[in-house]
């Protein structure tokens, strides 16, 4: 393995936060590599959210350092973000109902002609093929968000994070409140994310869709680091020890053998 295959894409390094007296996090790490999907799990208060923002660049860490490649990086502020290479879905999803699924895509991102008019051939196109490559279900990009279930707006809200050649993508409860197809769906997307090469970082309290894509598990108990796990091999007990607060973080692993 090269020295530039273990830079990690994303490294946080002894992030802290504080809303007056409240310690948000307390000297937190996390590192994302490409074609890795990671998920931050802990409890209600934990600081995932916290940490997804700073990510986002919504909120700013009182301490830390943020590294993207290896680079030192300030995320002052969303359009930071995305200039970084940083797409965010948060559970509001901020779409459109009114408008049709290529028009949500680009909103904002609007692709231009020659002459400076809306290129809505092109866009359709690469809304299309960004479709295929998350093997999305939704009909037509000319259909309105109106007319689609809450799995497919999932879907377009996923789909939107590839507009602008991103490099990590945070999904912040990206399956709560949906069906089993729903959810099938939307974990065939995240696992079509890392398989193009993306660095994921899932928020989930669902530990079954979290087992079934994640590669590695974060968890974080009380805004520190308490564990980090295999999520193929290390048993359902373990982690939600780590989340409850049963394992500490220094704690010893079962073995990969003894997990399964």
Do not use: W
Request: aromatic residues 2%; proline residues 4%.
């Amino acid at each position: 393995m090269t020295d530039a295959t273990r830079v990690p894409l994303l490294s946080m390094r002894g992030i802290s936060k504080r809303f007056g007296a409240v310690e948000a996090l307390a000297g937190v790490d996390l590192d994302v590599h490409r074609h890795e999907v990671v998920a931050l799990v802990g409890d209600n208060g934990a600081g995932k959210s916290t940490l997804a923002k700073m990510v986002a660049g919504v909120l700013s860490p009182d301490t830390g350092l943020v590294e993207i490649d290896g680079v030192p990086v300030s995320i002052s502020s969303p359009a930071a973000a995305r200039a970084l290479g940083v797409a965010t879905v948060f559970q509001d999803l901020a779409l459109c109902d009114n408008l049709d699924v290529t028009s949500n895509l680009f909103l904002g991102r609007e692709l231009r002609d020659a002459h400076g008019m809306r290129d809505d051939e092109r866009m359709e196109e690469e809304a299309r093929q960004i479709l295929r490559d998350l093997t999305s279900r939704i009909p037509s990009v000319r259909v309105p968000l109106s007319a689609l279930s809450k799995g497919q707006r999932q879907s377009v809200a996923i789909a939107r994070t590839l507009i602008g050649d991103p490099r990590i993508v945070v999904l912040d409860e990206p399956t709560a409140s949906l069906s089993v197809a729903q959810t099938a769906e939307i974990l065939v997307h995240i696992e079509g994310l890392r398989d193009l090469g993306l660095g994921v970082v899932l928020i989930s309290h669902n530990m079954i869709d979290v087992r079934a894509v994640a590669d590695r598990i974060e968890v974080l108990r009380h805004g520190r680091n308490n564990g980090s796990f295999d999520a193929r091999t290390t048993a359902y007990e373990q982690i939600i020890g780590a989340i409850t607060g049963a394992v500490r973080a220094d704690a010893p692993r079962p073995s990969a053998h003894a997990a399964s």
